[in-house]
């Protein structure tokens, strides 16, 4: 069974900066595009950065310049560093990866369970 695990989230003074970490578990023929999402209150889920297997990303405008997503293929993990935070930036953030479990099965969209993010002074 796949899984993706998030940890990092936590309460940060407007200005500072988090670490967020996803990492994936389970039987995995291929990871393709790995993706950070958020949701804040009252609001609809948005993407905030992606990065595929050739590491190519792309960011919301929201966070150009301040926050950089990364990956290490061999841990099989995604990281998003956050740096000037605001508290617009306050949601729960999710980890999200289109995964091949087999070369046999079709390529599907995992979650993880969310990781809160609030920024507030």
């Known amino acids: 069974q796949v899984q993706l695990v998030e940890s990092g989230g936590g309460l940060v003074q407007p200005g500072g900066s988090l670490r967020l970490s996803c990492v994936v578990s389970?039987?995995?023929?291929?990871?393709?595009?790995m993706a950070w999402y958020r949701r804040a209150p009252g609001k609809q889920r948005e993407l905030v950065a992606a990065?595929?297997?050739?590491?190519?990303?792309n960011y919301a405008d929201s966070v150009k310049g301040r926050f950089t997503i990364s990956r290490d293929n061999a841990k099989k993990m995604v990281y998003l560093q956050m740096n000037s935070l605001k508290p617009e930036d306050t949601a729960v953030y999710y980890c999200?990866?289109?995964?091949?479990?087999?070369?046999?099965?079709?390529?599907?969209?995992?979650w993880g369970q969310g990781t809160q993010v609030t920024v507030s002074s």
């Open positions: 990065i595929t297997s050739g590491a190519n990303t």
């Open positions: 389970g039987t995995i023929f291929s990871i393709y595009t």
């Open positions: 999200n990866a289109r995964i091949q479990k087999s070369i046999s099965y079709n390529v599907n969209d995992y």
